[in-house]
């Protein structure tokens, strides 16, 4: 066979390997993202505007004190695993110690929550009212920290489908616990529904837990010992985590406190649909992506390919994505939420496009990772969330809601460049020609889309973005199947 047809057949391995963990979490998590649409909708009809933003900034809150109580366990943890995977007792000892870490992560996360409840009251919501609300969260701190370490430990031995299952069921309990809280409850059911959906996420994910380690004995020094490689680079991850999500709660407590919480829930809502929604495409394939560039990070030429067949894949999926949803975006508005949040629609019509630079300073930044380079990674990290939050504040106070969207496509350009600094000019990495031509295509595309939505009658919408949707399906299928064509 030629070194081109091995190409061929190695890219398109890549290819299968990767739509199907995508399809298998797209698949899997399609329920769990109906719940969070029905939880998102009740949530809007009977608490209203403030009762999102009360969930939006209690779960920022318990996202932003967790990367740094967690210590990057999450990601840095998986590398360990996944290297001793075929060694069973190497791996029933690393098993023992992430568990051991998770549970000082847990104790330690219940612990600067709850200490720091008054602070976190009075500076987010200006008054004590809800200094009880965070202590009790600290309850889900402490269950959170377990089910990283456990969803780990499965990442790392390849059990996707267990790990899926796991946060498809939980999902679907803590939900139907949650309806009658919230028709009850009012207010007060937004922070029990979080530690309730905490439990149940948890309790399913301990079903399909990895049973091999049998009863290890652990001293605390082994545990230190063993577990400060991954530990290290996990606290560099979590020092950049909780630098990105301290800008993203102060500019939620910058609205709060300047505007209203009503105004943090249209927020909330615009960056549910553009980021976290669209995020598990990008979670999805960084399951099967990050263990895979870990293994090879000391070649660059295996580097190159994967992140660039990784930005070409991604695109392809992601565009057509992006021409839906702007086609959708009333009706998306309409069934998720209710014409109160019709608000949004400027917002969340540009924002959407910061998910194609997303997709290709994502690939780009897992390199970084893969090499270890905590340091940089900080870096990459700090210098984006200064940038990110000076764009979000100014073009708000000049935009409104739209300016945001402006802000978040200007943010994650920039942040494409600062990542590019360290993967070009660093490590000396590159990108591949389709690559950069796929980029180009999904730029012209999705801005000639967002265009067509303004300026052109809504028919030619429905009848033009549909069609130029489907041409991204055979690139697709040439990917999947392109070993056939090489033999």
């Given at each position: 066979m030629s070194d081109?047809?091995?190409?061929?057949?190695?890219?398109?391995?890549?290819?299968?390997?990767?739509?199907?963990?995508?399809?298998?979490?797209?698949?899997?998590?399609?329920?769990?993202?109906?719940?969070?649409?029905?939880?998102?909708?009740l949530v809007a009809m009977w608490l209203q505007a403030e009762g999102v933003g009360l969930f939006g900034m209690y779960n920022t809150t318990i996202e932003t004190i967790s990367t740094f109580t967690n210590m990057g366990l999450r990601q840095s943890s998986v590398r360990d695993i996944s290297i001793n995977k075929n060694n069973s007792s190497r791996l029933a000892f690393i098993v023992a110690v992430v568990r051991r870490w998770s549970l000082v992560a847990g104790l330690l996360g219940a612990i600067v929550i709850s200490a720091l409840a008054p602070i976190l009251a009075e500076s987010i919501f200006g008054d004590w009212t809800?200094?009880?609300?965070?202590?009790?969260?600290?309850?889900?701190?402490?269950?959170?920290?377990?089910?990283?370490?456990?969803?780990?430990?499965?990442?790392?031995?390849?059990?996707?489908k267990a790990l899926a299952k796991g946060s498809f069921w939980g999902t679907l309990t803590g939900l139907v616990a949650s309806v009658p809280m919230f028709y009850y409850m009012g207010e007060d059911s937004v922070v029990w529904s979080i530690i309730v959906y905490s439990v149940f996420v948890l309790g399913f994910t301990l079903l399909y837990r990895h049973k091999g380690d049998g009863r290890i004995a652990l001293s605390w020094g082994e545990t230190y010992r063993e577990g400060k490689g991954f530990?290290?680079?996990?606290?560099?991850?979590?020092?950049?985590s909780f630098i990105t999500n301290i800008a993203h709660l102060a500019f939620m407590t910058y609205l709060n406190r300047t505007v209203s919480t009503e105004e943090v829930g249209l927020f909330q809502a615009g960056y549910t649909l553009v980021i976290r929604y669209a995020g598990l495409i990008f979670a999805a394939v960084g399951m099967e992506f990050f263990p895979r560039l870990s293994a090879n990070n000391h070649s660059a030429h295996r580097v190159n390919l994967f992140v660039s067949h990784e930005i070409t894949l991604l695109l392809l999926v992601v565009t057509p994505m992006i021409l839906l949803f702007l086609l959708c975006r009333n009706l998306i508005v309409d069934v998720l939420y209710t014409r109160e949040f019709y608000a949004i629609i400027p917002f969340i019509s540009c924002a959407i496009m910061c998910n194609i630079f997303k997709a290709v300073s994502y690939c780009m930044a897992f390199s970084i990772i893969?090499?270890?380079?905590?340091?940089?990674?900080?870096?990459?990290e700090g210098v984006d969330a200064v940038v990110g939050l000076t764009?979000?504040?100014?073009?708000?106070?000049?935009?409104g809601l739209m300016g945001i969207g402006v802000a978040y496509v200007l943010w994650f350009l920039i942040y494409c460049l600062i990542v590019g600094v360290v993967y070009f000019g660093r490590y000396g990495f590159r990108l591949s020609a389709e690559a950069y031509r796929m980029i180009?295509?999904?730029?012209?595309?999705?801005?000639?889309?967002?265009?067509?939505?303004?300026?052109l009658p809504m028919w030619v919408n429905i009848v033009a973005l549909p069609i130029v949707s489907t041409c991204f399906l055979p690139p697709l299928k040439r990917m999947y199947y392109r070993n056939k064509k090489s033999k």
């Open positions: 081109v047809a091995k190409q061929g057949k190695g890219k398109s391995g890549l290819s299968r390997g990767v739509l199907k963990v995508m399809g298998l979490f797209s698949g899997m998590q399609i329920f769990n993202i109906l719940c969070s649409i029905i939880k998102t909708k809800h200094c009880w609300g965070f202590v009790a969260l600290s309850a889900s701190m402490m269950l959170n920290a377990m089910l990283m370490g456990e969803q780990s430990i499965l990442q790392g031995t390849g059990r996707l530990v290290r680079l996990g606290i560099c991850m979590s020092i950049a893969a090499k270890g380079d905590g340091k940089y990674f900080i870096f990459t764009l979000n504040i100014v073009l708000y106070q000049c935009m180009g295509i999904s730029i012209l595309v999705s801005a000639g889309a967002l265009a067509m939505m303004e300026l």
